[in-house]
Nanobody
Framework: VQLQASGGGLVQAGGSLRLSCSAT????????MGWFRQAPGKERKFVAA????????YYEDSVKGRFTISRDNAKNTVYLQMNNLKPEDTAVYYC?????????????WGQGTLVTVSS
């Protein structure tokens, strides 16, 4: 399984970005997917997760109401729509296959895409 994250970039505070994560393989629809982020000099942290059927989603408190995770199993892709971005959202964003809020519950990781939010 390979995960490829894309969609990062530079945006002003209050702006929006949509991250995408495409997966190889035929088993994408069987697994949950998550997004994590790592700000400079800080530990990687959970952002959002979605289960295999999109019936359950979880968000870190600071992104609730601003970020939306979704997936398209026909396209083997998971998305993270980020609205009302803040400078503190600046980080490298990683997609991963698994479930829950802890990184050790995820067994495949993408390479990361950088999101920079300017004030």
């Amino acid at each position: 399984v390979q995960l490829q994250a894309s969609g990062g970039g530079l945006v002003q505070a209050g702006g929006s970005l949509r991250l995408s994560c495409s997966a190889t393989g035929r088993t994408f629809s069987r697994y949950g997917m998550g997004w994590f982020r790592q700000a400079p000099g800080k530990e990687r942290k959970f952002v959002a997760a979605i289960n295999w059927s999109s019936s359950n989603t979880y968000y870190e408190d600071s992104v609730k109401g601003r970020f939306t995770i979704s997936r398209d199993n026909a396209k083997n892709t998971v998305y993270l729509q980020m609205n009302n971005l803040k400078p503190e959202d600046t980080a490298v964003y990683y997609c991963a296959r698994g479930w829950g809020t802890k990184g050790f519950n995820y067994n495949y990781w993408g390479q990361g895409t950088l999101v920079t939010v300017s004030s």
